[in-house]
């Protein structure tokens, strides 16, 4: 399959199932819109759980990458950044408008494809760029992302990424309570084609377009891509905890919203946080 066929294919497909998935997760409480319009300190738990690392933000101008309906986009400005969220999905985009207009968010929301960023927000350059949970695995190429998140900071601008572990990732929940590899580590050329009519929250519906395409990168490709677009790496930590139950059993919600292992925790990483910064 040609390069641009994948391309293609990718985008189309994909964007049509993230414009199924973004009213139902308008709908659902998992993503709790109706706290974020009700109470003007409240901050989603990815955001929450990521705040020892994130640090001060107060001031900043950042970009937030794929930001979906824009809860962790908002939960960033109430944290005192200025920010900008970009996403693909026209749905999404509407949602996220929707629900900062609804919370009183100076927030401008961009349609348009992770790739293109650099183009869609013009000559800005930013303190933050801000990546969340459930990113990386949509696009095809980390090198080309890692180029694209250089190319958004200023001298001495910052990249926060926390994600779902690509260890992870790889593992086949249908061979459960014996944990199996399943699925590539590694980027591939190809896609990993999926076909679910169900979505990662609580809701009443289903999709209708159900069908995506997927890559995986490991942690090396990933902090490569980095190194290579000229960042330097100032940390990395792998984390025993999502905020979504990963495995269909053996796992339990804290406090915090994040799912652990019910036993052995030290023995699988579910997330992991990059951390690294432009050159001044």
């Known amino acids: 399959m040609s390069q641009s066929l994948i391309v293609t294919d990718y985008r189309t497909l994909n964007r049509a199932n993230w414009d199924d998935r973004a009213p139902l997760h308008a709908a659902s409480p998992d993503y709790a819109l109706d706290r974020f319009r009700g109470d ?15 640090g001060d933000i ?4 950042g970009v937030h990458l794929q930001c979906h309906l824009g809860t962790d986009t908002i939960s960033l400005a109430r944290l005192g950044a200025t920010m900008t969220g970009l996403d693909f999905s026209p749905a999404s985009v509407h949602h996220a408008r929707e629900l900062a207009e609804q919370s009183g968010a100076a927030i401008d929301f961009v349609e348009a494809d992770v790739y293109d960023a650099v183009a869609a927000l013009g000559s800005e350059r930013f303190d933050l760029v801000f990546t969340g949970i459930g990113a990386l695995c949509w ?12 190319g958004l900071l ?17 593992l086949d929940e249908t061979q459960l309570p014996q944990l199996a590899i399943g699925y590539p580590y590694f980027e591939t050329a190809e896609p990993q084609v999926y076909e679910d009519a169900a979505t990662y929250v609580d809701t009443d519906g ?6 995506t395409h997927q890559w995986s990168h490991g942690i ?11 960042l330097t790496v100032t940390g ?9 139950p990963v495995l269909p059993e053996g796992m339990e919600r804290g406090d915090d919203g994040e799912w652990r ?3 052995h925790r030290e023995r699988m990483p579910f997330t992991f946080t990059l951390q690294a910064r432009k050159p001044a």
């Not at 696009?139 to 250089?150: F, M, N, Q």
């Not at 990395?236 to 979504?244: F, I, R, V």
């Open 236 to 244: 990395l930590e792998e984390h025993d905890s999502a905020p979504w």
């Open 154 to 170: 200023r001298p001495g601008g910052r990249l926060f990424l926390r994600d779902g572990h690509p260890f992870a990732q790889a």
């Open 220 to 230: 090396g490709e990933i902090v490569t891509a980095v190194l290579g677009a000229g």
């Open 58 to 61: 107060d001031g900043l101008r």
């Open 40 to 54: 003007p300190s409240f901050v989603s738990d990815t955001v929450r759980f990521d705040l020892p690392r994130l």
């Open 139 to 150: 696009l095809p190429d980390i090198e080309r992302w890692a180029r694209t998140v250089a």
């Open 261 to 263: 292992l019910i036993e």
């Open 206 to 211: 289903a999709l209708t377009r159900t069908v």
